[in-house]
């Protein structure tokens, strides 16, 4: 359950100014330890959504799918991380749905983003999270997310024209483009300070070892 998924192709795309179009390609998936081990980014990196500490020392970025089994394996995880490490440890979210694989992946993540229009982003994504198991075994999870939005007091009709609208399926797909340009090779895929976290730690407290290490060279990128 802790090895991150794998897509059987990478999504490529293109974002173009006045619509947006998802352009996807094919080629095969490289295995993660040859790609994003390889790759780093720069710490607070900006984008995607900030969980935490604004000033923490300790930048963890995500790249996840909501659909995706692995994913919700380290989302308490993650979430544990952060109360342990209140100060010192922010979370940088970004959306990287593998739709060829988990069909309503990129269905979740609107109904995510569309829920931050009305300032519930954070709330949503623990929900979607929570109730995968659930949404995921949908032929369309669309009720799903919609009662979702009711139990956080969203608007109903703000938030289906936001699941609809172009603006936020513009941010999924600048997510996607930025994890593409990283070689993410499967999700989740993490970076602590820019470097990526290859392989994956299982469990909370192998995790938390390597933030104490990043803690340590808080200046440096740290594997």
Not at 10 to 15: H, S
């Amino acid at each position: 359950m802790s090895n991150k998924t794998k897509p059987i192709v990478i999504i490529v795309l293109a974002v173009a100014l006045a619509a947006v179009i998802a352009v996807y390609g094919s080629r095969k998936s490289v295995p993660a330890s040859e790609t994003a081990s390889k790759s780093t980014i720069e710490a607070n990196s900006g984008g995607g959504h900030v969980r935490g500490n604004a000033s923490a020392p300790v930048t963890l970025v995500e790249f996840g799918d909501y659909q995706c089994p692995s994913c919700g394996y380290y989302h308490p995880i993650v979430d544990e991380l952060l109360r342990r490490y209140p100060e010192k440890v922010k979370l940088e979210f970004h959306h990287y749905p593998l739709i060829q694989m988990h069909p309503h992946a990129l269905a979740a993540a609107m109904a995510v983003e569309a829920a931050g229009d009305q300032g519930k982003y954070w709330e949503m994504h623990d929900l979607v999270y929570t109730h995968q198991r659930e949404w995921s075994a949908m032929p369309n999870p669309e009720s799903e997310f919609l009662a979702f939005a009711a139990q956080l007091g969203l608007d109903a009709n703000k938030f289906m024209r936001s699941v609809k609208s172009t603006d936020v399926e513009k941010r999924i797909l600048e997510d996607i483009q930025r994890g593409s340009n990283l070689k993410v090779g499967g999700t989740p895929s993490f970076f602590i300070n820019g470097r990526s976290v290859d392989p994956l730690p299982d469990g909370v407290d192998k995790f938390a070892k390597i933030v104490d290490d990043a803690l340590q060279t808080p200046n440096q990128a740290t594997k």
